[in-house]
């Protein structure tokens, strides 16, 4: 049986956790994801290694995150309904644990119509609700979704993400306390650029005792330019993005360095809110800042697990 999730132990540790992203390229070369992934090796606990992000047709997680096990890294695959059946999805997380991965993400996967392949059918076997339960089950009760038994030990650290941001409001705390109740030990939310509506969540997240249930890791992505804000804003759906901060950024003489401060003050202010057990930083086409920012947010050198 393999050695349990670094994630997992810095989790319990109780520490402040550091996460990061990778995408798979639109092909089979991936030295770049590498190069990245070795420049955050002494900044983050875990890599996401995104699966078919925005519907389009990338390098598998399931490879990306073996081959992040060889460099003796710790990935966490996403897994989306979107594209298996109940077959194909125990099977690939069967497969992936056999490979060394030990961290599996929930999630159901952005809508095939918005990708590269828009005729494509999309699978919705199950929801993202049944994929964390089902994998929960696999194992702890060592059952398939079908009711046979699973051979032998399995053992991955199960997350899920959530969007605090989406309408309606109310709601999305009870979709965070379903996905606790069905199994996930720790959460990934939407990019955090509106606080204030984050900090309304957390306070319901409290309430409820949820963050003593699952470690919420609070999303950070850094804004390479003001179009990229104005695009995150008016394209991206659940993501909010004050008019304020696009003032600043267009106001700014360096783009890109205020954008950095940006995620930077963001993080510090995560740090103070009770109930965040660390952040997820999703710097997208821009993994290469991700020591600058950790390093300048108070967050080196990262804690030994």
Sequence with gaps: MIAGSKLERAINSGEFVVTGELGPPKGADIEEMKHHAEGMRNHVEAYNITDNQTAIVRTSSIACGATLVQMGLEPIIQIVVRDRNRICIQSDVLGAHALGVKNTLCLAGDHQKFGNEPQSKGVYDIDSMQLIKGLKDMRDEKKFMGGDEVEGDISYFLGAVENPFADPFEYRVDRLEKKIEAGASFIQTQCIFDLDRFERWMELVRERGLHKRCAILGGVT????????????????????????????????????????????????????????????????????????????????????
């Excluded at 995150?232 to 901060?245: E, R």
């Excluded at 290469?288 to 950790?294: L, Q, S, W």
């Design 222 to 305: 850094p804004m390479k330019s003001l179009g990229a804000a104005r695009y995150m804003k008016n394209n991206v759906s659940g993501i909010t993005i004050p008019d304020a901060l696009v003032d600043r950024l267009k106001g700014a003489e360096k783009k890109k360095e205020e954008g950095l401060k940006i995620a930077i003050e963001t993080i510090e202010r995560l740090k103070e809110i009770e109930g965040v057990a660390g952040v997820h930083i999703m710097a997208i086409a821009w993994e290469e800042v991700v020591p600058e920012i950790v390093e300048r947010a108070g967050l080196y050198p990262r804690p030994k697990f």
